[in-house]
Every structure is written in structure tokens, then in C-alpha cells.
């Protein structure tokens, strides 16, 4: 493993009586460093509006979508799907029924059609879900699909695809059965991976686009079942790194900069950029996750201690975006739905002087202090603010005697150290599509073991709530769950994490939502067509 520098330790005194300065100071020192210019690009036949993503850690995040689920979501329709302000709208289905106390939805299909001509049917719809849920199925929500009949079963191989609770009594007519009530199936049915794709090579459109001959070039879908009602603008796409999509926004190169969370904050909050930044919250958690299997942090006493002195109000109020960037206490976003609130620990309540002499007792009772210090190895993805984060996090640390040296790889090597275990504590920032608790539980199972980690008491309530049918108790036993992993800290929570965006004046049908959601066919420029 390479050598990566230490930050060094103010003293207990100044760390103790001014924290919050500190870590705005810290913060800002890295956030103001200048940025470079990156390449111009080409201009479109048609003037569309044109979208620069973020490629690397931004798009990356766990849980959000990339560009190839934003190209999907454009060219191929859902059940439902996404408005301009992240609602839940039909979609292929022109309506739907909730019966059976919410165990059984009946979709009615409307009028649409391939390219080709035939009729887009619930058989479909059944052949996709089936596929999407069998073994080899690509869809990332397959463990939130578990309360549909048999799917357990399916996905794990000991059912046929055909036992799945989704039928097609008629063609037009698409019905899903539940074990037991999911609130977020309406929105989980929305998300790109569970469109409905044929199996040609490529795939024939249904949505509001097609691609041109450019790969990232986006035009009308004349099979489109809503093409005499509205013709969506043109969209030529872009990926890209950070630096580079600010330069094409500064220069008037691109009309929308999107698809980042953290990573890139700091770099577009310049006042060249303040009219035209777009800020929403997410249904997510930013931390760092602790190998617990080995090493200094399976002593739960070390992460007890390290937990509880992240001085994540003072990162949150640094950045000057709450609400929308939350402290976190838990491994639940603290932006998930009220009645999952309080799963937190109970040193929440104490003061942070309360907090810091807590962790000096617990770092004491297992051997470090500032003369007998202990150096962690902390994984981060490359980006100027999750290193300015740590660093104010070890500015903190460092009276304690506890010192980070933070390796720093690009995206795909940074996931393949969280996957071998390569680090003592690593940077997870994980986004979730719906209001699905257990989507930040569930790693922390003890079938996945992330991080080496494993509570079978939490296990129990987590089966429990799987089988439970009433929603407050199922609510209340996932709550349970969370306190317990809580204590644990098997993860260090810091904040719920945001996206950005940048958006110029003359585009029209962007809304910011908490879904994140932006589908292009409502998008237009004051040059598109």
C-alpha cells in the first residue's frame, strides 16, 4: 500500500474549546484551491440542449443513477415513471389500482408500440420482471423486490421465473401480488433497470427518444405513443470529469451540468456559477465504513469512540446547504420518512464535550492515547472534497491520538478495495432510489457481511420485519434494527449527502425534487426545437 501523508494534530486544548472553527477552516483551505480548464465540444445539427454528466465518484454513488440508467429511463418506458418534480406518473401504465390492503396492483396498459409496429402487451411486462428478478437479473432493487409472491424463491433459483406474482390476464392488463404491503413499489417500478427493454440487439425505443447515430445523442422517438401531443427537444450528452463540465458551463458549452453528489461541491459554488446551481437533498448517507472483521476497528470500543467525535454538525454547517445536507447519527439517511427517526445512539444527546472525554475513556480502555497513538488507513475516491472532509474529520481525531493516512484511487479501484477489505476505514456514500430503509441495513447483514460485520440480533429483527405485514411494526422493528447496528458503528455516519447541478437561465422544465429525478423529454433551451 502506497505511503499517503498524515495530517497533523492540533492541540486537545484548541481542539476541545474550537472545533467548529477548525473545521470551517480546514474545509475552506481545501474547498478555495483553484480549479483547472478542461476541452471545448462540438456543436449539434439540431441546437439540442445539452447535458454534460459527471463521470467518476459523483455518478458512481451507490444506489444513484449514472448516464446508461438516464439513457435508458429516456429511450424505453416503465410501469411508471417520473415527472419534471420527481412524482411518481403512469407510465406505460396509464392508471393502476391498489387492492387487498395493498398486496395486489392492477395496471391498466395503454396504447403503445414498438418501433415495428406490435403493440407493447403485458406479456412483456412479465417477461421483463421475470428476467429482472431470476438469476442473472441486472436490476440493483432485486433484495426490495422480496415482497412480491415467490420472488425469493425465483431469485434465488429454487422457483421458475413463471410462480413470480406478476401476471397478464390480458393484454392490456398487468397485476402484481405481495406477500405483504411495499409503499415504495410504485416508485422502485420507475427506476431504469426495470423498464420494459426487449431482448433485440439494440433494443427497440418506446420512450420519448431514440439515438441518433452519435451514441450520446438523444432525438424524438416517432413510435412514442405521446409524439402528436408534444415533441421532446433534442439532447446531446457528455461525460466527463468535474473540472472539465465546469469549464464547458463557463464557457457556454453546455446548457445543464449534472449527475454528481459531493464530489465537485466545493468547485461549483464559485459566484461565476451561484444563478445557475441547482441543490437537492437525497435519500442518502455519507460515512465511512469500518472493516470490523480485523484489524484496530473490530474493537467496538475504537469505533464507538471514533463515531461519536465526526464532527459532522460543523462539516454540514460549513457547507452552508442545510436542510438539505443533514448531520447523520445512523446508518438510516436521516432524510427517510419521520416515522424512521431516533435510530440513532443515545451519545446523540450529549454535548461534544461530553462526547470527546467518552472517547478518550474508550480509546484509554483499549490501549491508545496521544502517546500512544493509532494510525488508520482510510480509502477515499479521488475528489477535493471528500479529501477536505477527512481532514477536517482528523483535525478532530488527532488529540484523541488517533491519526489517518487516506489513500486516494479513482472510482472503480476505490470500489475494488471496498469489496477486498483494503483499508481500515472506507468512504461510502450510498444513494437510494425510494424510500427504502432497508437498502442501508441490509450490508450489514449477516449474509453480506460488509465490512466483516455481522449482529444477529439485528439480523432477527431485519428477518422479522421481512415477514411482518403490519406497516407500523414492520417500521418499528427496522428502527430497532438500526439502533442496534448504531451502536455498533460498524459505519461512521457524516451527513446525507446532496446533489448539484448547474442549469442555465434559458432552460425550461427543470424542477429540483428529492428524487433526483429529471427525465429529458420535459426539457427544452431557447435554442432547442
Given at each position: 500500500?502506497?505511503?499517503?501523508?498524515?495530517?497533523?494534530?492540533?492541540?486537545?486544548?484548541?481542539?476541545?474549546?474550537?472545533?467548529?472553527?477548525?473545521?470551517?477552516?480546514?474545509?475552506?483551505?481545501?474547498?478555495?484551491?483553484?480549479?483547472?480548464?478542461?476541452?471545448?465540444?462540438?456543436?449539434?445539427?439540431?441546437?439540442?440542449?445539452?447535458?454534460?454528466?459527471?463521470?467518476?465518484?459523483?455518478?458512481?454513488?451507490?444506489?444513484?443513477?449514472?448516464?446508461?440508467?438516464?439513457?435508458?429511463?429516456?429511450?424505453?418506458?416503465?410501469?411508471?415513471?417520473?415527472?419534471?418534480?420527481?412524482?411518481?406518473?403512469?407510465?406505460?401504465?396509464?392508471?393502476?389500482?391498489?387492492?387487498?390492503?395493498?398486496?395486489?396492483?392492477?395496471?391498466?396498459?395503454?396504447?403503445?408500440?414498438?418501433?415495428?409496429?406490435?403493440?407493447?402487451?403485458?406479456?412483456?411486462?412479465?417477461?421483463?420482471?421475470?428476467?429482472?428478478?431470476?438469476?442473472?437479473?441486472?436490476?440493483?432493487?432485486?433484495?426490495?423486490?422480496?415482497?412480491?409472491?415467490?420472488?425469493?424463491?425465483?431469485?434465488?433459483?429454487?422457483?421458475?421465473?413463471?410462480?413470480?406474482?406478476?401476471?397478464?390476464?390480458?393484454?392490456?392488463?398487468?397485476?402484481?401480488?405481495?406477500?405483504?404491503?411495499?409503499?415504495?413499489?410504485?416508485?422502485?417500478?420507475?427506476?431504469?433497470?426495470?423498464?420494459?427493454?426487449?431482448?433485440?440487439?439494440?433494443p427497440p425505443p418506446?420512450?420519448?427518444?431514440?439515438?441518433?447515430?452519435?451514441?450520446?445523442?438523444?432525438?424524438?422517438?416517432?413510435?412514442?405513443?405521446?409524439?402528436?401531443?408534444?415533441?421532446?427537444?433534442?439532447?446531446?450528452?457528455?461525460?466527463?470529469?468535474?473540472?472539465?463540465?465546469?469549464?464547458?458551463?463557463?464557457?457556454?458549452?453546455?446548457?445543464?451540468?449534472?449527475?454528481?453528489?459531493?464530489?465537485?461541491?466545493?468547485?461549483?459554488?464559485?459566484?461565476?456559477?451561484?444563478?445557475?446551481?441547482?441543490?437537492?437533498?437525497?435519500?442518502?448517507?455519507?460515512?465511512?465504513?469500518?472493516?470490523?472483521?480485523?484489524?484496530?476497528?473490530?474493537?467496538?470500543?475504537?469505533?464507538?469512540?471514533?463515531?461519536?467525535?465526526?464532527?459532522?454538525?460543523?462539516?454540514?454547517?460549513?457547507?452552508?446547504?442545510?436542510?438539505?445536507?443533514?448531520?447523520?447519527?445512523?446508518?438510516?439517511?436521516?432524510?427517510?420518512?419521520?416515522?424512521?427517526?431516533?435510530?440513532?445512539?443515545?451519545?446523540?444527546?450529549?454535548?461534544?464535550?461530553?462526547?470527546?472525554?467518552?472517547?478518550?475513556?474508550?480509546?484509554?480502555?483499549?490501549?491508545?492515547?496521544?502517546?500512544?497513538?493509532?494510525?488508520?488507513?482510510?480509502?477515499?475516491?479521488?475528489?477535493?472534497?471528500?479529501?477536505?472532509?477527512?481532514?477536517?474529520?482528523?483535525?478532530?481525531?488527532?488529540?484523541?491520538?488517533?491519526?489517518?493516512?487516506?489513500?486516494?484511487?479513482?472510482?472503480?479501484?476505490?470500489?475494488?478495495?471496498?469489496?477486498?477489505?483494503?483499508?481500515?476505514?472506507?468512504?461510502?456514500?450510498?444513494?437510494?432510489?425510494?424510500?427504502?430503509?432497508?437498502?442501508?441495513?441490509?450490508?450489514?447483514?449477516?449474509?453480506?457481511?460488509?465490512?466483516?460485520?455481522?449482529?444477529?440480533?439485528?439480523?432477527?429483527?431485519?428477518?422479522?420485519?421481512?415477514?411482518?405485514?403490519?406497516?407500523?411494526?414492520?417500521?418499528?422493528?427496522?428502527?430497532?434494527?438500526?439502533?442496534?447496528?448504531?451502536?455498533?458503528a460498524p459505519i461512521?455516519?457524516?451527513?446525507?449527502?446532496?446533489?448539484w447541478s448547474l442549469?442555465?437561465?434559458?432552460?425550461?422544465?427543470?424542477?429540483?425534487?428529492?428524487?433526483?429525478?429529471?427525465?429529458?423529454?420535459?426539457?427544452?433551451?431557447?435554442?432547442?426545437?
Amino acid at each position: 500500500m502506497k505511503t499517503a501523508p498524515r495530517f497533523p494534530p492540533p492541540s486537545a486544548r484548541a481542539m476541545r474549546t474550537r472545533m467548529p472553527r477548525v473545521v470551517l477552516a480546514v474545509l475552506l483551505a481545501f474547498l478555495m484551491l483553484p480549479t483547472a480548464c478542461g476541452m471545448a465540444g462540438d456543436e449539434g445539427e439540431y441546437a439540442p440542449v445539452r447535458i454534460v454528466w459527471i463521470s467518476g465518484d459523483g455518478a458512481g454513488a451507490v444506489g444513484m443513477a449514472g448516464l446508461d440508467e438516464y439513457l435508458t429511463a429516456a429511450q424505453h418506458l416503465g410501469l411508471t415513471a417520473r415527472a419534471a418534480d420527481g412524482r411518481i406518473v403512469p407510465g406505460l401504465a396509464s392508471s393502476w389500482r391498489v387492492l387487498d390492503d395493498g398486496r395486489t396492483y392492477v395496471f391498466k396498459l395503454r396504447e403503445a408500440r414498438w418501433p415495428d409496429d406490435r403493440r407493447i402487451t403485458a406479456g412483456d411486462v412479465v417477461a421483463v420482471m421475470q428476467r429482472q428478478i431470476a438469476p442473472g437479473g441486472t436490476t440493483p432493487l432485486i433484495p426490495y423486490l422480496f415482497d412480491v409472491v415467490e420472488a425469493k424463491g425465483v431469485a434465488a433459483n429454487r422457483k421458475p421465473p413463471r410462480m413470480l406474482g406478476v401476471d397478464n390476464p390480458r393484454e392490456d392488463v398487468v397485476t402484481i401480488t405481495l406477500d405483504r404491503p411495499q409503499p415504495a413499489l410504485l416508485a422502485m417500478l420507475a427506476h431504469p433497470s426495470l423498464a420494459i427493454v426487449r431482448r433485440d440487439n439494440p433494443p427497440p425505443p418506446s420512450g420519448a427518444y431514440r439515438s441518433a447515430d452519435e451514441e450520446t445523442a438523444l432525438v424524438p422517438n416517432p413510435a412514442y405513443y405521446e409524439r402528436d401531443l408534444a415533441t421532446p427537444a433534442p439532447i446531446m450528452l457528455l461525460e466527463t470529469d468535474v473540472t472539465t463540465a465546469l469549464a464547458r458551463f463557463r464557457r457556454g458549452e453546455a446548457d445543464i451540468v449534472t449527475g454528481a453528489a459531493t464530489d465537485g461541491l466545493s468547485a461549483s459554488a464559485g459566484d461565476e456559477f451561484l444563478a445557475a446551481r441547482r441543490i437537492e437533498a437525497t435519500l442518502g448517507l455519507y460515512g465511512y465504513l469500518a472493516r470490523t472483521g480485523s484489524g484496530p476497528l473490530a474493537d467496538t470500543r475504537i469505533r464507538r469512540a471514533l463515531a461519536m467525535t465526526v464532527p459532522r454538525e460543523d462539516i454540514a454547517a460549513a457547507y452552508n446547504l442545510v436542510p438539505a445536507m443533514q448531520p447523520a447519527y445512523g446508518p438510516l439517511a436521516p432524510t427517510l420518512p419521520e416515522p424512521y427517526a431516533g435510530a440513532t445512539p443515545d451519545w446523540t444527546l450529549w454535548t461534544p464535550a461530553i462526547r470527546f472525554a467518552e472517547a478518550t475513556r474508550l480509546l484509554a480502555e483499549a490501549g491508545h492515547a496521544p502517546d500512544a497513538p493509532l494510525t488508520l488507513d482510510v480509502a477515499l475516491p479521488l475528489g477535493r472534497d471528500h479529501e477536505a472532509i477527512l481532514t477536517a474529520i482528523a483535525r478532530v481525531w488527532a488529540p484523541l491520538g488517533v491519526n489517518v493516512r487516506a489513500f486516494k484511487r479513482p472510482p472503480d479501484l476505490h470500489r475494488r478495495a471496498l469489496e477486498s477489505g483494503d483499508f481500515d476505514l472506507a468512504l461510502t456514500e450510498r444513494i437510494v432510489p425510494a424510500a427504502i430503509p432497508e437498502f442501508f441495513l441490509s450490508p450489514f447483514g449477516c449474509d453480506a457481511r460488509l465490512g466483516g460485520y455481522c449482529n444477529p440480533a439485528a439480523d432477527r429483527l431485519l428477518d422479522e420485519a421481512a415477514n411482518e405485514e403490519d406497516p407500523g411494526t414492520r417500521v418499528g422493528l427496522i428502527r430497532r434494527a438500526a439502533r442496534l447496528i448504531a451502536e455498533d458503528a460498524p459505519i461512521l455516519p457524516v451527513f446525507s449527502p446532496v446533489r448539484w447541478s448547474l442549469v442555465a437561465p434559458g432552460v425550461s422544465g427543470w424542477e429540483d425534487n428529492l428524487a433526483g429525478a429529471h427525465p429529458p423529454r420535459y426539457l427544452s433551451g431557447e435554442g432547442a426545437s
